[in-house]
């Protein structure tokens, strides 16, 4: 096989499968420091959706506040979400660390929450990660991590859910 048709043997889905794999993603810096400054945001931003393309997958929206990150993507059907989602954690904390404006070490938290969301309501979640910084006036990442997780029926024990400094 000459490596043109390897490549796209490798990149594409079957011939005649179609997908559609659209995720809210959400995640928050570590112990839910403000540590993306505005100074950086846009370039993280930029950054993050560099590492999607790389990974076969789209950026369809991308937004946050200072402690945590929105990211509305189209994922490839060839990889798994916990490994895009640990690409795009690796890959831009390595290249926060690298700035010189970063003066601490930034982290990411542990863990996620990743939401399907169907194409109807794309442009729905596209208005919600855009209002962030409107959003988080009145909201704290918590209460609003916390509301995602019961709106989608996802069982959660409080003392498991967030990092902070004193309990991992």
């Known amino acids: 096989m000459n490596p043109a048709a390897k490549r796209r043997q490798q990149s594409s889905q079957p011939v005649g499968s179609c997908t559609q794999l659209n995720y809210h993603i959400v995640f928050a810096t570590k112990y839910r420091r403000p540590t ?9 931003y930029e950054y993050i959706g560099g590492t999607l393309r790389a990974k076969r997958s789209e950026l369809i929206e991308i937004g946050g506040v200072s402690d945590h990150i929105h990211i509305l993507a189209r994922l490839s059907p060839l990889l798994a979400v916990s490994d895009v989602v640990r690409d795009v954690k690796v ?10 404006e970063v003066r601490d070490t930034f982290e990411w938290q542990k863990g996620y929450g990743a939401f399907t969301v169907s194409y109807s309501q794309i442009e729905t979640v596209s208005d919600y990660i855009r209002n962030q910084e409107e959003h988080h006036k009145t909201l704290t990442f918590r209460d609003e991590y916390i509301a ?17 400094e004193h309990h991992g």
């Open 36 to 44: 993306i400054t505005k100074t950086i945001q846009e370039r993280l």
């Open 91 to 100: 890959n831009s904390s390595k290249w926060m660390n690298e700035l010189e």
């Open 148 to 164: 995602f997780l019961k709106r989608h029926g996802i069982e959660f024990r409080m003392e498991y859910l967030f990092e902070d």
